[in-house]
Every structure is written in structure tokens, then in C-alpha cells.
């Protein structure tokens, strides 16, 4: 049943300017539950690249006192006595899951800023009964999606993330917290500790808390001029969104300034072409997430490093980059340009542990610059890329390649990888 067909109905008019945040619950850990149901009310935890530690943990694992970052082998005794289950990361499933969620908040919302992977802002303008829209937004998500998520609802981000927190840890608030008045806003900061505050460092917490600053609201009894002393105008700018006054501006995702694809490999890499064709396949990954956004980017960085932990080897690393003529999303054009840019970096004789790819000057696909020096005929680039993408989308993922492009998986640990459920024919689930 598609969302539009639920009994769904926002309930819009004019009120007063609220920010809401979407908070998926314990997320990379609910998209395994989702299609491994076996998994719901057993401690799971999921780990990161290479299985290294953990990363991610559910509520039973985190009443068991397992910490996040700990080393898998300091927790691997408990997954062989039967006492915890554990998976290895699986980004492709995660990604796809991610954008099944947005999608749905995006039809309902006036605006969505996606902040993370398991994170968005939205904009409640319009809206006049914020706490049963977001209530009734967690419903739809996870009767849509199966994946739990909370909602906080404020009049800064800084206080919705807050007020989701609230939402995520008490079960009376029934996911979704709302912070609309003077009251609750003091309750919130009282029971929040320092460091739990959305922009709050380390470093700044130990300092705050040497002053006598414990909780969110002392925090805010501090005078401005002492705040940007001791914290310049960040620290300001998040003590006034606790104060109740809306300062980081809502942001489309359009507007996100970069992205992404790297990975540290299982063992180190010395062969030229097994990294070449590494560093194609992050290109052809962040090409994907481009044309999926509907983006394109101008620059292209590459960026390689040696093992930093191993003192018997001679130590390397180095990035460069390539700009563009014009943006673009075309998996063809940002491979040859993240080629081109690790053939000015690569040394021999080095032994590769990390590579990657990174992607900036990103902008809408609707205003991209043209330059009369282009050569490539857009309008025929732009069917050809769409396609692909629907063959892509029929066949799954790994239909077309370009020919140089690797399988940066294969250079990784992950013995404990589930299944493509949702981006793979051959991986579907199976109901018997």
C-alpha cells in the first residue's frame, strides 16, 4: 500500500515557526531487523569497515554495557556463546533504506534538509498540530518502511534535536517530543547533561564543565560575552538556539557542499591496478548518490594513504584534484577525473591501506553554468544517463559498469554481511 493511499492527513494552517527533526531509531541496527526479523529483542550490534568495532548498537546491547567504538574481538567471546549477533556493514542496504524514509517525510513536509543518513530536518510551517503530525509521520514510517524512528519538534534545530532525544528515550512521549513553550524548553535543559547538546564538543564540555556548567540550561544562564569568549561565535550561536532563537538557517539538500566514497582495505594494497580500479568504483558510487539527488559536482578529489599504525613501512599520503568544466553527474566523466587525479598522487612501493574519492562544488542539476567550451552534447548525455539508470533500477546496481571500475567489497572484511534485500534481484528476500 502506497503512503498516499493511508489515512494520512497533515493538519495545515497558520501557526507559529517550528523546526522538526526525524531521528531513525539505532538505524543501521533497524535495517537489519526490517528484513531479519529474528533479530527483533536480541542484542545486536553492527560494526564498521573491515570489522573493526562497533558502530551501531540495539537497545539489548547497549543494556549488556557494550560501548560504542569497541573493538569487535573484545565483544567477539559473547557472539560465540550465543549472546549477541552481529553483522557486518552493509552501506548499499542502509543507503537505499535511508532515501525510502526521506521520501516519505519529503511528500509530507514543506521542506527537508536530510543532515545524516539516519537524520533530517523538516519545516512545520503551515502545520497547527505539530505533535500529532509527528506522531503520526513515526506511524507511517514504520508501517511504510518497518523502521522505528523518533521525532523532536522545536523552535531551533538545536532544541529538536533535544526534544528527540526526549522521544527516543521515553516511551510516553510516543515518538515524538514537542517543545513549544517557555516550560518545557527549561524542563528539557535541565535534564539534558552539556555534552549531549548538538554542538558541544569534548574539549568544550570538559572546559564548561570545570566552570560549573553540568546541564543545557546552566548553560544558557551564562552571559553572551563570556560564551564567545571562551567559545567564539559557534558557542553563540548554539546558546541562543537554546534559548529559543532560531539561528542555523533551514538548508535544502541541494545545498550539501560535498560527499564522499572511501574505505580502509582489509589488507594493504601495493598493486597499481587493483587501487586504479578501486578509486573508479568510489567515483562511480558518488556518481550514483549525485544522479539520485539530482546534483552534480564540479570538482573531483582523490586522496590515497599508507597503514599509519605500521612502523616497518615507509609512510605516504596525498590528495589531489581535477575541476571540471562544467558539473556534472556522469559516471564516465567523474572516473576519468578521479583517475586523472590519483595518476598525480600514486608512488610505487608503497603498501595502500586507504583510498578514496571526494566530490564538492555540488550543485542542483537545474543550475549548472554552462561553458561555450564544452565539447560533450548535454541533452544526449543526459538520456543516455537516464537509460542507465533505469536499466540500473530494473536490473539492479551492478548492471552497467565501466570497465575499469572495481569492487572496493572484495578488498574489505566483512564476514558478517546480510543481504542486498532491497537493491538486488538475486539477493531479494525469500517468503516460503
Known amino acids: 500500500m502506497s503512503a498516499k493511499n493511508l489515512n494520512f492527513a497533515p493538519h495545515f494552517a497558520n ?20 528484513f531479519q526479523p529474528q533479530l527483533e529483542g536480541k542484542a545486536v550490534v553492527v560494526l564498521s569497515n573491515n570489522d573493526g568495532c562497533v558502530v551501531a548498537r540495539s537497545n539489548e546491547a547497549k543494556q549488556m554495557g557494550i560501548k560504542m567504538g569497541v573493538p569487535y574481538f573484545q565483544v567477539q567471546q559473547l557472539v560465540k556463546n550465543g549472546l549477541l549477533h552481529v553483522r557486518s556493514s552493509n552501506y548499499r542496504l542502509y543507503g537505499d533504506m535511508s532515501r525510502r524514509v526521506m521520501s516519505l ?17 523538516f519545516d512545520l510551517e503551515g502545520i497547527s498540530k505539530p505533535e500529532v503530525f509527528g506522531r503520526e509521520l513515526a506511524a507511517l514510517i514504520r508501517k511504510c518502511t518497518g523502521i522505528p524512528v523518533s521525532v523532536g519538534i522545536a523552535p531551533t534545530k538545536t532544541l529538536a534535536k533535544i526534544a528527540s532525544k526526549f522521544a527516543k528515550k521515553y516511551a510516553g512521549y510516543r515518538h515524538c517530543c514537542l517543545i513549544d513553550n517557555e516550560e518545557k524548553r527549561i524542563a528539557a535543559l535541565r535534564l539534558t547533561e552539556i555534552g549531549d547538546v548538538w554542538g558541544i564538543g569534548r574539549q568544550h564540555k570538559q572546559r564548561l564543565t570545570e566552570r560549573g556548567i553540568h546541564t543545557a540550561y546552566d548553560f544558557t544562564l551564562m552571559r553572551e560575552t563570556t560564551v564567545r569568549s571562551q567559545m567564539a561565535l559557534p558557542g553563540v550561536h548554539t546558546w541562543r538556539e537554546l534559548r529559543g532563537q532560531s539561528v542555523f538557517d533551514f538548508q535544502p539538500t541541494s545545498a550539501k557542499r560535498s560527499m564522499t566514497s572511501s574505505r580502509s582495505f582489509r589488507d594493504d594494497i601495493e ?8 578509486i573508479a568504483d568510489f567515483a562511480a558510487n558518488c556518481a550514483e548518490r549525485l544522479r539520485r539527488e539530482g546534483s552534480s559536482a564540479l570538482v573531483v578529489t582523490t586522496f590515497i594513504a ?9 609512510q605516504y599520503s596525498n590528495a589531489a584534484s581535477v575541476k571540471l568544466d562544467v558539473a ?14 590519483f595518476e598525480q598522487i600514486y608512488q610505487p612501493c608503497y603498501a595502500y ?3 578514496g574519492v571526494s566530490l564538492s562544488q555540488i550543485v542542483s542539476n537545474q543550475h549548472i553554468q ?4 564544452d565539447t560533450v552534447d548535454r541533452n544526449k548525455q543526459q538520456r543516455l544517463l537516464k537509460a542507465i539508470d533505469a536499466i540500473k533500477a530494473k536490473e539492479g546496481k551492478d548492471a552497467i559498469r565501466v570497465a575499469i571500475q572495481g569492487n572496493v567489497q572484495k578488498a574489505m572484511r566483512s564476514e558478517h554481511t546480510s543481504k542486498n534485500f532491497t537493491t538486488s534481484l538475486a539477493e531479494i528476500i525469500e517468503v516460503k
Open 328 to 341: 556534472t553527474s556522469d559516471v564516465r566523466e567523474l572516473v576519468s577525473a578521479a583517475l586523472r587525479a
Open 353 to 355: 591501506k586507504k583510498a
Open 105 to 121: 517525510v519529503r511528500q509530507h513536509v514543506p521542506h527537508l534538509e536530510i543532515y545524516s543518513i539516519d537524520e533530517g530536518f
Open 271 to 278: 598493486d597499481y591496478e587493483e587501487l586504479r580500479s578501486i
Open 370 to 373: 554552462q561553458n561555450i567550451f
Open 306 to 314: 599508507t597503514n599509519r599504525f605500521r612502523t616497518d613501512t615507509f
Open 15 to 34: 501557526s507559529l515557526p517550528m523546526i522538526g527533526i526525524i531521528d531513525c531509531n539505532n538505524f543501521f541496527v533497524s535495517c537489519e531487523r526490517v
